[in-house]
């Protein structure tokens, strides 16, 4: 008997798989960041079992809590991917091996200085507001090569790529459309930045993570399709 989670997961694989062949791509270049804000440890260790090693948390204190309970499952690698207040910086920067919401300098230079010295360089996602509403959290397309620039240069942090979180859309190509800006901007930013660890472009979820990776996704982060709904 397969569990209910283990079919939700295959189910996310196979979706995965499906998008990539389908725009031409190979299916491991797009990695499963399995969000499991709001969901219990013994979920997470139920997703592990399966092979999952990456997983996605919003909020600090949760996430925290969850990584020191699972410390026994081997190789877990724990991706910060919400809203960061700078008083908020030093447990991340002391216990998460990526973060995927950095949007202004002042919180980058903190997580840089905070990261613990006997710890790997801090994964760092820039995260854009590529559809521009101006209450939207993200740096603007505009001023993201700068602050790429500017994070770049940090000595404990390695910038690894953009991360997006668009409003939702109904139709496949309206959602393209918004990831293929994205897409523009991360080859834009590559070819400017000329890093070759600036590899991750993180977007695409639950609802419309097929035309994420047809715009290019490297990282999709699947949250209530995998775990079920909050
Ligand atoms: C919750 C969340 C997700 C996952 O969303 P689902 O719709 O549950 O797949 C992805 N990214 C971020 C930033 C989130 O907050």
Redesign the pocket.
Known sequence: MISEIQQRYQAVRARITQAALQASRNPDDVQLLA?S?TFAAEKVREVAALGQRDF?E?YVQEGVDKIAVLKDVPSLVWHC??PLQSNKTRPVAEHFDWV??VDRLKIAQRLSEQRPADLPPLNICLQVNIDGGSTKAGVSPTDALALAQAVSALPRLVLRGLMT?PDPLESFDAQVAVHMQAKRLFDDLHASLGLPQFDTLSMG???DLEAAVQAGSTMV?????VFGG?
């Open positions: 969000v804000k996605g919003n991917i919400g995927h919401s979180i979820m639950s609802a982060r699947v949250g209530t399709a909050r």
